[in-house]
C-alpha cells in the first residue's frame, strides 16, 4: 500500500489527503506511515464489523468490553476486579519495525468469580489474561471515528464502487481469471495493459457525464 502512494506521489503533483482501505491493510505499519505523510486514515479495523454483533457487544470477557484506566494502566472487569500489567511482548513486524503488546492479568478473585464461565470460558488459566498493542488500538479508535462519520461513510461507500467495482468488472464482466504471461514482467505487462484500458473507460464515462473532477460517484444525500 504504502509503495503504491509514494509511486503515485513521486509522478504527479496531486497529493493524497486521505486514505481508505479495508481492514486487510490495517496494520500499525501502514497507520505510522500514513501518519508519517501527513495522510488521513480511514482504514477499516480488523474486527470493525465483528464488534458491531450483539454476542460480542455483551461478551463481558473481552478487554475491549473492560474499562480501561489509563492513569494506573490497568484493565477493570465487569466485577470490578483490576487487570495490572504483567509484562510486554516486544517483536519486530516484516518490515523490520518494533510493536509492543501490553499483557494484562488478574492477581486475584478469578477461582471463585460468579460469571467466570462467562468471562474466561473455556481457557484452564487460573487468572483472566489479555493483551492489547496500545498504539495500533490507538490508530484503530481514530479509524473508527473517522470512517463513523458522515463524510467517512461516504468515502467508505465511494470506495466500495470504485474499487470492488473494477475487480468486478475485470474478473467477472471481461472474464480474467488468470495472467496469460510467464513471469514478473509478463504479469506488469498484462496488469498494466488490464489497468489502462479500465482507466480509459472510467475516463469516458466521466467525459460523457461531464463528471470531470467530481471527486465522489455516490454521496449520501443522493441515496436518500
Not at 509503495?3 to 505510522?32: F, L, T, V
Not at 494506573?72 to 516484516?94: E, M, T, Y
Amino acid at each position: 500500500m504504502i509503495p503504491a502512494i509514494d509511486h503515485m506521489h513521486e509522478r504527479i503533483d496531486w497529493k493524497y489527503k486521505k486514505y481508505c482501505a479495508d481492514s486487510g491493510y490495517d496494520c500499525q505499519h501502514n497507520h505510522e506511515a500514513l501518519e508519517k505523510r501527513d495522510i488521513e486514515s480511514y482504514i477499516k479495523p480488523m474486527k470493525y464489523e465483528h464488534s458491531k454483533k450483539r454476542k460480542v457487544k455483551s461478551d463481558i470477557g473481552l478487554k475491549d468490553n473492560m474499562t480501561y484506566d489509563k492513569d494506573n494502566d490497568c484493565f477493570i472487569c465487569s466485577r470490578g476486579k483490576k487487570l495490572v500489567l504483567k509484562h510486554l511482548k516486544v517483536k519486530k513486524d516484516k518490515y523490520g519495525n518494533e510493536q509492543v503488546t501490553h499483557v494484562y492479568r488478574c492477581k486475584r478473585g478469578c477461582k471463585s468469580c460468579l460469571v467466570k464461565s462467562a468471562c474466561m470460558k473455556k481457557s484452564k488459566a487460573k487468572y483472566k489474561q489479555v493483551q492489547i498493542n496500545h498504539t495500533l488500538a490507538e490508530f484503530q479508535r481514530k479509524s473508527t471515528e473517522r470512517i463513523s462519520s458522515p463524510l467517512g461513510k461516504e468515502i467508505r461507500v465511494n470506495r466500495s464502487i470504485q474499487a470492488e467495482g473494477a475487480f468486478a468488472q475485470i474478473k467477472n464482466n471481461w472474464s480474467f481469471k488468470r495472467f496469460l504471461r510467464k513471469g514478473i514482467k509478463g504479469i506488469h505487462t498484462d496488469w498494466n495493459l488490464m489497468c489502462m484500458s479500465m482507466n480509459i473507460i472510467h475516463l469516458g464515462y466521466r467525459l460523457a457525464r461531464n463528471e470531470l473532477g467530481i471527486p465522489f460517484y455516490h454521496t449520501l444525500e443522493n441515496s436518500a
